[in-house]
C-alpha cells in the first residue's frame, strides 16, 4: 500500500484500489468487518470506501438479516457474474 502512497496516489484512492482487489480474489461476498480487518483500517473507513465503491458501480451489495455483503460488480472481473449468481441464490 505504501508503494501506491509513493508513487503518487492518494491513501483514499489506495484503499479504494485494495477494497476491490481483495472483494475480487474473493471467493464469498464480504462485510464491511472483513474488509477493515483485511486492511488494519476503522470499521467506518471500511464502510465509506465500500459505499463509495458501489456509488461508482464498482461493487454490488446485498443486505443480510445481520448485515450488508459485498461483492464485485458483474462483468467487472473474470468470474464476477458467477459471484453475483452465488449470492442471489443464498
Do not use: C, H, Q
Amino acid at each position: 500500500m505504501i508503494e501506491n502512497m509513493i508513487k503518487g496516489r492518494s491513501l483514499v484512492e489506495t484503499l479504494k484500489s485494495e477494497a476491490l482487489r481483495i472483494l475480487e480474489e474473493s471467493n464469498i461476498p464480504l462485510g464491511v468487518s472483513d474488509i477493515a480487518k483485511r486492511l488494519n483500517i476503522a470499521w467506518s473507513t471500511a464502510r465509506a470506501i465500500l459505499l463509495t465503491l458501489e456509488a461508482e458501480g464498482k461493487v454490488s451489495s446485498l443486505k443480510t438479516p445481520k448485515s450488508r455483503v459485498y461483492f464485485p460488480k458483474k462483468g467487472l472481473v473474470p468470474g464476477g457474474a458467477e459471484n453475483e449468481d452465488r449470492v442471489k441464490k443464498r
